[in-house]
């Protein structure tokens, strides 16, 4: 089965900061990974689909690229509502795997 | 509205059997796959298994296979998440969610279970 690897698996940055999360697949999964946020207490939630598609309602300063393999999650200018932990899932065929979760906090 | 409401908390001893439940609405249950998600306290979220209720088609992780039961009954638009023989490491929140072309879009609100002697 495909495995996802995320790095760093937490990391903290001040208000404003340009904040980058990557997505590794064990095998090419074409574009179909997907990211999800999963603020503290809550459900989570797609920001991003096929890789680089942003789910309606996401502010823009979220934005996903790759393909094949490696794949990364950007926050342009990170504010106090993106605290959260961040998984990207592959969706091609099941098992629809998670990556481990990228905690960001506030610097 | 697209809804789905799960069971509520369960606290259980090593060796009890256990079966929660997701009840969905406001959508056509039977032609959406339904999943189950695991997040042991304080961890990540582990995919455990998905069911489409139309025909109780069901694929399971590698990781739960056998270790876990999913069913659905499509007449009461309900899933099912089921252990036989509970162990402590299975105290985790359990989710179920639709999958929407792979996508888990809505979730249920989680059910917390406990298991400890």
């Known amino acids: 089965d495909i495995q996802m690897t995320q790095s760093p698996s937490s990391l903290s940055a001040s208000v404003g900061d340009r904040v980058t999360i990557a997505c590794r697949a064990s095998?090419?999964?074409?574009?179909?990974l997907a990211w999800y946020q999963q603020q503290p207490g809550k459900v989570p939630k797609v920001l991003i689909y096929a890789a680089s598609t942003l789910q309606s309602g996401v502010p823009s300063r979220f934005s996903g690229s790759g393909s094949g393999t490696d794949f990364t999650l950007t926050i342009s200018s990170l504010q106090p509502e993106d605290v959260a932990t961040y998984y990207c899932?592959?969706?091609?065929?099941?098992?629809?795997?998670f990556g481990g979760g990228t905690k960001v906090e506030i610097k | 509205e697209v809804q789905l409401v799960q069971s509520g908390a369960e606290v259980k001893k090593p060796g009890e059997s256990l079966k929660i439940s997701c009840k969905g609405s406001g959508y056509s249950f039977s032609n959406y796959w339904i999943g189950w998600v695991r997040q042991m306290p304080g961890k990540g979220l582990e995919w455990m298994g998905i069911i489409y209720p139309g025909d109780s088609d069901t694929k399971y992780s590698p990781s739960f296979q056998g270790q876990v039961t999913i069913s659905a009954d499509k007449s009461i638009s309900t899933a099912y998440l089921q252990w036989s023989s509970l162990k402590a490491s299975d105290s985790a929140t359990y989710y179920c969610?639709?999958?929407?072309?792979?996508?888990?879009?809505?979730w249920g609100q989680g059910t917390l279970v406990t298991v400890s002697s």
């Open positions: 899932q592959k969706y091609n065929s099941a098992p629809l795997t």
């Open positions: 969610a639709r999958q929407d072309a792979g996508l888990f879009h809505y």
């Open positions: 095998q090419g999964i074409s574009n179909y």
